[in-house]
């Protein structure tokens, strides 16, 4: 071995120790900032999708509090970070329930391409031809379903916390 690698491997099994100590933890901070993620989709629902298909927007939030919605936004890095490692974790610790997990690491691995690949606000301007950045119609449309793969973890999470819950 290099030397070195021991020192790398080492860490990394003092990191999995911590994590395995403060799972419980960790699973209530990733359902969290993950769950944040709603408000955004509510936004991205009532003010983008409803505008492109019933011409009007059903967005209730006055304007001003729409900044609040950017950075909501913008905690979708860590949250996916927290997410990935989450899964990842379980993935190595949980191999009976590794299908399911491999599922929804691959849900999240997809946000994250989907973040650096195409942003909301390049997503809403290409629908409404604001933007010096034009992308096709169908990819804003696709760009707006892979925001939706979110759901189905944020469940998968929050059954995890009711049925850690209830031992």
Do not use: C
């Amino acid at each position: 071995m290099r030397p070195g690698f021991n020192v790398k491997v080492d860490l990394v099994q003092k990191f999995i120790n911590l994590y395995h100590r403060y799972e419980n933890l960790n699973l209530k901070i990733t359902f969290f900032l993950i769950s944040l993620q709603i408000l955004h989709l509510y936004w991205l629902t009532t003010d983008v999708v409803f505008q492109k298909l019933f011409g009007r927007s059903f967005f209730i939030v006055p304007k001003a509090f729409l900044p609040i919605f950017v950075v909501i936004d913008y905690i979708e890095i860590p949250a996916l970070l927290s997410a990935i490692i989450f899964y990842s974790y379980l993935i190595r610790s949980k191999r009976s329930t590794a299908k399911k997990n491999y599922l929804f690491l691959g849900m999240l691995a997809v946000q994250v391409v989907h973040i650096f690949w195409i942003t909301d606000e390049v997503v809403y301007n290409s629908l409404f031809n604001y933007s010096f950045i034009e992308i096709p119609y169908v990819l804003s449309w696709i760009a707006i379903l892979i925001d939706y793969l979110e759901l189905p973890v944020m469940v998968d999470l929050f059954y995890r916390i009711i049925k850690k819950e209830k031992r």
